[in-house]
């Protein structure tokens, strides 16, 4: 049966992204890897449920913008309760990050909070 191993995502500044995902979502990361013919860095970040998530550096991706294009658009943690909802969001905002909506329930139903992290990635923590 097919199920999702890891998503990916590209980043500036690898280091300050594996350190955000380490502290606000108790990520533990491997050592990196580092491919010197094409320059690509990478850190493979796991999670409590086995979760993980990719982090990439490589040279050409520093200032792309994906905010208006079509694909992926947020990556979303489930935290398990509204009050753990609430105290992430609190503690983002109380981290300098910009919170684009909630806490707040959508109209599909989820609880949630959507943030940008430091490199204008949009993340979602819901319930």
Not at 77 to 106: N, Y
Request: with cysteine.
């Amino acid at each position: 049966m097919p199920r999702i191993d890891h998503a990916a995502m590209y980043v500036r500044d690898l280091e300050a992204a594996r350190a955000f995902f380490i502290e606000y979502f108790d990520a533990t990361s491997n050592e990196q890897y580092h491919n010197p013919r094409t320059g690509l860095r990478t850190y493979f970040l796991s999670f409590e449920d086995s979760t993980r998530l990719e982090i990439m550096s490589s040279p050409g991706h520093e200032s792309a913008s994906l905010s208006d294009a079509a694909g992926w658009n947020h990556v979303a943690f489930s935290l398990g309760s509204q009050d753990a909802v609430d105290a992430m969001a609190k503690r983002l905002r109380e981290g300098g990050f910009e919170i684009l909506s909630g806490p707040r329930t959508t109209g599909d139903g989820y609880y949630e909070c959507a943030f940008l992290d430091a490199e204008g990635n949009q993340i979602e923590v819901t319930a």
